[in-house]
């Protein structure tokens, strides 16, 4: 196992107990807390893939429900203590959006698509996912309202981009662009910072949209 | 028309009334409950074909169309009536589930996956489309909640499998495994059988996350 | 730029804003706002895209990315001011719902579908983007419950193919049909028009279709 696959699976886990959590917060069975866990887990990465028309990467090998299952367990069999990592496991889902964000970006360059779809590409597979599975678990995705979360994707893709540029080798540049999300994502919730909100008063969609659907 | 279509439009059928249904309960209009209705039919096997990389099975021929635009019919019609065939309808969409897994198994099969590949496909074909139809109507997913609905197509696709390693006919296989998905609900239904739900105390998403979306 | 290209960008802008005023309406941040005009504008076309197994069209040029910003600079700068336009902004949404209507159905009969599915493609293309911004803000689609809007791009599929039938070239086929939708949303709306509602004593699901999901 190479060091990016373990990563990957750190992330995945990472990924697949936040989305176990919000299913056992709502009190779903076994199999809904699993399916919320992978869709959160593979579910930006199979978006990306139907987009660029390949076949979603976690058809191709079983390790990704694997983790899933795994975390399942833990979540289950340890639930209360989970509660005393948050610092680890905020920690791997930040390491895990770093990973996922050059994944994504490399896989769009790789199949030929200009820097701002592989940039889309990239944010898609690092936070898509949790779109999901708030939109399954019927909450209004998190990632709209509050934190830096999908913009440290963009950034991290900027930044694969410029290490391109100017002519960095490409490991550095994955190096360089994923530990950016990570920091960037570390430094937003230390400083609980958030991007602006839009103002409500420019909404009056009922009337004012007459029927626009 | 030979005894399997004969199947297929059962269960198309009993899947499109429980989408209308449910979206007449929701106010919807015609065209709101027709749509709800083709989701709740066609949405799995959608999914499916789009994991797979190939064309929707609906666009290939309208009968599923049709069949929808039937059930729609029937629930205009005969609104109040239909309350009384519950279980009828019941057994239709068991019937449904039954034949629906074991089409997406043996799809996914063609196409050269995995057996794990192959039950997902099953499962999906046979259950998202009623995760599809509650994501619509602004619902949380009824299978991820209560009841045994997903895992007896996961059950039925291992039936699957195995009735293929031991070596029976692909037409006793099928058999088989379809019984097996239909005879699973209708005991789960009876037995008021259900997976164990989560437990609420391990998440404390919003501040334990913080900021994971 | 073709007269088609502007009318091509008036849609996109119109149903963007669409979107991120109910994203504002929701106190959704600039990115969450960004996101859902994105998918109203482009959601439609992406699925239909999907379906007929081609690249989204959004990937082979940025222009939709960038009108969608501009309507998002729009709101954020004009918020207030934008509620005195709505009249002009519904006219822009039926321009647009028109020539997507027109695109959808022409990409899928260029695909060699038949008509059927160039209707509901056309459909798609015109409402299907709505429908995905109701999911994401965590609403009941509105065009499944009240108005006249995605019938519209059905009447408008059905008079494409009329027109085509009795032998009137290509232009004039595309002019009438995109002109049919338009004129139909205006009427609809200025009469109150809506389909009939479903009844909601056909339903009392949750007993009714016991555990069917």
Redesign the interface.
């Known amino acids: 196992m190479t060091f990016t696959t373990l990563i990957d699976y750190i992330g995945t886990f990472a990924f697949a107990i936040?989305g176990?959590?919000?299913?056992?917060?709502?009190?779903?069975?076994?199999?809904?807390?699993y399916?919320?866990g992978l869709v959160t887990a593979v579910g930006g990465g199979?978006i990306r893939d139907?987009?660029l028309?390949v076949?979603?990467f976690w058809?191709l090998q079983?390790s990704y429900?694997i983790v899933t299952g795994f975390a399942l367990l833990v979540?289950?069999v340890f639930?209360?203590q989970?509660?005393k990592m948050?610092t680890t496991?905020?920690l791997f889902?930040a390491i895990g959006l770093g990973l996922f964000t050059v994944v994504g970006f490399e896989k769009s360059l790789a199949a030929g698509?200009?820097i701002?779809?592989n940039i889309i590409m990239g944010t898609l597979t690092g936070?898509a996912g949790?779109?999901l599975r708030?939109?399954?678990?019927?909450?209004?995705?998190?990632?709209?309202?509050?934190?830096?979360?999908?913009?440290a994707c963009i950034l991290g893709g900027f930044i694969f981009y410029i290490c391109q540029k100017i002519g960095i080798g490409n490991a550095m540049c994955e190096i360089l662009s994923a530990s950016s999300v990570i920091l960037i994502?570390i430094w937003?919730?230390r400083k609980s910072a958030?991007?602006?909100?839009?103002?409500?008063?420019?909404?009056?969609?009922d009337e004012?949209?007459?029927?626009?659907?």
Do not use: C, Q
């Open positions: 936040s176990i959590r919000m299913a056992a917060a709502k009190k779903f069975d076994w199999f809904g807390a399916v919320v199979t139907l987009l028309g076949t979603p058809m079983p429900l979540v289950i639930g209360k989970l509660i948050n496991m905020f889902d698509f200009p701002w779809v936070a949790g779109i708030d939109t399954l678990i019927n909450e209004v995705p998190l990632i709209f309202r509050k934190d830096v979360y999908a913009t994502r937003a919730v958030s991007l602006p909100l839009m103002k409500d008063d420019t909404a009056e969609e004012a949209m007459k029927g626009r659907s």
